[in-house]
């Protein structure tokens, strides 16, 4: 039998990439810590269902504390706050010449990097659309950019193995030399999703409204300013184009305004993870954790960010209920946008 793909965190991206896997032929092999849902995959259980695809397969799963032998292969797909601890659980089950794949939003390389170490560190990102439901229910409602690299933009025969398994979930897969510049593209897009969970506005409705657009705009700039700093050149997908907002040239920063609000209107997940943790799950999110390599970065190249520092208080008052989602929220955000 071949030597099995590790899904650590099997619920939303983690479990939609590794049911296309087993259904692609692939030995796969799912980790997470909800018991019903690991009993689910194990049972054969593990429903894929909405626009994107719909089918069911399912897996050998385990809890982390259950997993035995060490793999090759391991892709992690927690949420940023959890990175520390899985990518601590999973280590003893690296194999020395083996890799961790990051399919999460935010730096996490860097976090992983530091446990596992950079040579077992590949870089990926991720912009499908999907939701865990509950056990053994995962909605995959959009297609999106999927997009992996090593993190010094080498081009090796594992990177080449990677994309082309990947291709089995997502078929335009990309392999980069600037996988970075995905990630931090990502951050600045990120960004907006983060704003838009201020609200019970779906995402395309938030990046149309006229009253938000100064506020998204000037969020954006600050995200990339770091970026630049860092000197990565962030990268564009699914509409969204850094290179306007870095530039501040106002006509590329509609056209990329229009493309992303048509990339999610009638998208069958209309708001972001952030917000369903935040109006569903009620738990806290990972904006704190995404977004603290990019502001420990601004520290040290002495830029200020005064929306992303705002935007962590805001949302860190909702989870803990001391604010409500809603437009006051992402006004507050406004304010400090036109504070300047
Ligand atoms: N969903 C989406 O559409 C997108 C998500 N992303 C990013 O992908 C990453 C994964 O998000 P998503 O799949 O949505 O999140 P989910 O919460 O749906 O899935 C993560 C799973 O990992 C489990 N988990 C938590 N800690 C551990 C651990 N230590 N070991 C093993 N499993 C663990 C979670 O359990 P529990 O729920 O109990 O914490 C959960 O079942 C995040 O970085 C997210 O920002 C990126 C693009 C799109
Ligand atoms: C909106 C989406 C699915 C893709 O950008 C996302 O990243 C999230 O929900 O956190």
Same mark, same amino acid.
């Given at each position: 039998?071949?030597?099995?793909?590790?899904?650590?965190?099997?619920?939303?991206?983690g479990?939609?990439?590794g049911?296309?896997?087993?259904?692609?032929?692939?030995?796969?092999?799912?980790?997470?810590?909800?018991?019903?849902?690991?009993?689910?995959?194990?049972?054969?259980?593990?429903?894929?269902?909405?626009?994107?695809?719909?089918?069911?397969?399912?897996?050998?799963?385990?809890?982390?504390?259950?997993?035995?032998?060490?793999?090759?292969?391991?892709?992690?797909?927690?949420?940023?706050?959890?990175?520390?601890?899985?990518?601590?659980a999973?280590?003893?089950?690296?194999a020395?010449?083996?890799?961790?794949?990051?399919?999460?939003?935010?730096?996490?390389?860097?976090?992983?990097?530091?446990?596992?170490?950079?040579?077992?560190?590949?870089?990926?990102f991720?912009?499908?659309?999907?939701?865990?439901?509950?056990?053994?229910?995962?909605?995959? @409602?959009?297609?999106? #950019?999927?997009? $992996?690299?090593? +993190?010094?933009?080498?081009?090796?025969?594992?990177? *080449?193995? %990677?994309? &082309?398994?990947?291709?089995?979930?997502?078929?335009?897969a990309?392999?980069?030399?600037?996988?970075?510049?995905?990630?931090?593209?990502?951050?600045?897009y990120?960004?907006?999703?983060?704003?838009?969970?201020?609200?019970?506005?779906?995402?395309?409705?938030?990046?149309?409204?006229?009253?938000?657009r100064?506020?998204?705009?000037?969020?954006?700039?600050?995200?990339? @300013?770091?970026?630049? #700093?860092?000197? $990565?050149?962030? +990268?564009?997908?699914?509409?969204?184009?850094?290179? *306007?907002? %870095?530039? &501040?040239?106002?006509?590329?920063?509609?056209?990329?305004?229009?493309?992303?609000?048509?990339?999610?209107?009638?998208?069958?997940?209309?708001?972001?993870?952030?917000?369903?943790?935040?109006?569903?799950?009620k738990?806290?999110?990972?904006?704190?954790?995404?977004?603290?390599?990019?502001?420990?970065?601004?520290?040290?190249?002495?830029?200020?960010?005064?929306?992303?520092d705002?935007?962590? #208080?805001?949302?860190?008052?909702?989870?803990?209920?001391?604010?409500?989602?809603?437009?006051e929220?992402?006004?507050?955000?406004?304010?400090?946008?036109?504070?300047?």
């Amino acid at each position: 039998m071949a030597e099995p793909v590790v899904i650590w965190g099997a619920g939303a991206i983690g479990g939609t990439i590794g049911a296309f896997l087993r259904r692609a032929g692939h030995e796969v092999m799912f980790v997470d810590v909800v018991p019903e849902h690991v009993a689910a995959i194990a049972a054969g259980r593990l429903r894929i269902e909405g626009p994107a695809a719909s089918f069911t397969t399912g897996g050998p799963a385990f809890l982390p504390g259950k997993v035995q032998g060490r793999y090759r292969l391991i892709i992690l797909a927690v949420k940023a706050h959890h990175t520390t601890a899985a990518t601590r659980a999973l280590l003893p089950h690296l194999a020395e010449d083996g890799a961790v794949v990051s399919c999460q939003n935010g730096l996490n390389e860097l976090t992983i990097a530091d446990i596992v170490g950079r040579s077992r560190t590949i870089g990926a990102f991720v912009n499908f659309y999907a939701d865990y439901l509950e056990p053994g229910r995962i909605s995959y @409602a959009k297609r999106g #950019a999927v997009v $992996v690299g090593e +993190l010094d933009g080498a081009r090796t025969p594992r990177l *080449a193995a %990677l994309h &082309g398994l990947l291709r089995d979930f997502e078929p335009d897969a990309i392999l980069s030399g600037n996988v970075f510049g995905y990630l931090w593209g990502k951050a600045g897009y990120g960004a907006i999703l983060k704003a838009s969970a201020l609200t019970d506005d779906t995402i395309a409705d938030f990046i149309a409204s006229p009253a938000r657009r100064p506020m998204i705009v000037a969020l954006v700039r600050e995200i990339l @300013a770091v970026a630049a #700093a860092e000197g $990565v050149t962030p +990268l564009g997908f699914d509409g969204f184009d850094p290179q *306007a907002f %870095l530039k &501040g040239d106002a006509a590329a920063i509609e056209l990329s305004m229009g493309r992303m609000e048509s990339f999610n209107r009638g998208s069958a997940k209309p708001r972001s993870g952030i917000w369903r943790d935040l109006a569903v799950r009620k738990r806290p999110t990972d904006v704190a954790a995404q977004l603290a390599p990019v502001r420990a970065a601004a520290r040290r190249h002495g830029l200020r960010m005064p929306l992303a520092d705002e935007l962590v #208080a805001l949302v860190g008052e909702i989870e803990r209920g001391t604010r409500v989602i809603g437009d006051e929220a992402a006004d507050a955000l406004c304010a400090v946008a036109a504070r300047g």
